[in-house]
Antibody, heavy 118, light 109 residues
Framework: QVQLQESGPGLVKPSETLSLTCTVS?????????WGWIRQPPGKGLEWIATIHHSGITYYNPSLKSRVTISVDTSRNQFSLNLNSVTAADTAVYFC???????????WGQGTLVTVSS | QSALTQPPSASGSPGQSVTISCTGT?????????VSWYQQHPGKAPKLMIYEVTKRPSGVPDRFSGSKSGNTASLTVSGLQADDEADYYCASYAGDKGVFGGGTKLTVL
């Protein structure tokens, strides 16, 4: 059974960097598929952030591209998200996901709330 | 503002059918057969219900079906049940990126 689990700070100060890690169990991320991040501000809709192929190829939301980095650590079966220069608008629940391809996200983590506040 | 347009709400009585629309452009919904639909109950992660416009993952009831015409995709839920009450989001591949709709709150009356 594929499982994804987000981890990272729940509180980040404005202008600092938000860093999250997703640990995958039940499947080797180096085998296939894409791995990504999607966020949801409180009470609002979903926003696609970024996706990385198991080969390392990356795809970013153009509106966030200048601030986002997604990376993969196959030795730990993890992938990570860094979002710099955060503001209150980045406050959201962040989900890590497995993407079969073309925004077909079949496995989701439970989500982690990250609040940007001083 | 979301890239794809969904009605904010929809409703139906148990046993009835309801259809939720998702309108994009020729750069996303209309340009690719890669539209997916997600169901989200409060406090939970979204669940994939439909992918590649019409396909259902294993375990999703055949009461859920998808279609597309031009730049508009649709999700139809037949035989409404109480547990179908949730938020529904469409998503589309848009050439090296993904875009979501703003979500539709489905109420079972």
């Amino acid at each position: 059974q594929v499982q994804l689990q987000e981890s990272g700070p729940g509180l980040v100060k404005p202008s600092e960097t938000l860093s999250l890690t997703c640990t995958v169990s039940g499947y080797s991320i180096s085998s296939a598929y894409y791995w990504g991040w999607i966020r949801q501000p409180p009470g609002k809709g979903l926003e696609w952030i970024a996706t990385i192929h198991h080969s390392g190829i990356t795809y970013y939301n153009p509106s966030l591209k200048s601030r986002v980095t997604i990376s993969v650590d196959t030795s730990r079966n993890q992938f990570s998200l860094n979002l710099n220069s955060v503001t209150a608008a980045d406050t959201a629940v962040y989900f890590c996901v497995r993407d079969r391809a073309y925004i077909t996200t079949d496995y989701w983590g439970q989500g982690t709330l990250v609040t940007v506040s001083s | 503002q979301s890239a794809l347009t969904q009605p904010p709400s929809a409703s139906g009585s148990p046993g009835q059918s309801v259809t939720i629309s998702c309108t994009g452009t020729s750069s996303d919904v209309g340009g690719y057969n890669y539209v997916s639909w997600y169901q989200q109950h409060p406090g939970k992660a979204p669940k994939l219900m439909i992918y590649e416009v019409t396909k259902r993952p294993s375990g999703v009831p055949d009461r859920f079906s998808g279609s597309k015409s031009g730049n508009t995709a649709s999700l139809t839920v037949s035989g409404l049940q109480a547990d179908d009450e949730a938020d529904y989001y469409c998503a589309s591949y848009a050439g090296d990126k993904g875009v979501f709709g703003g979500g539709t709150k489905l109420t079972v009356l």
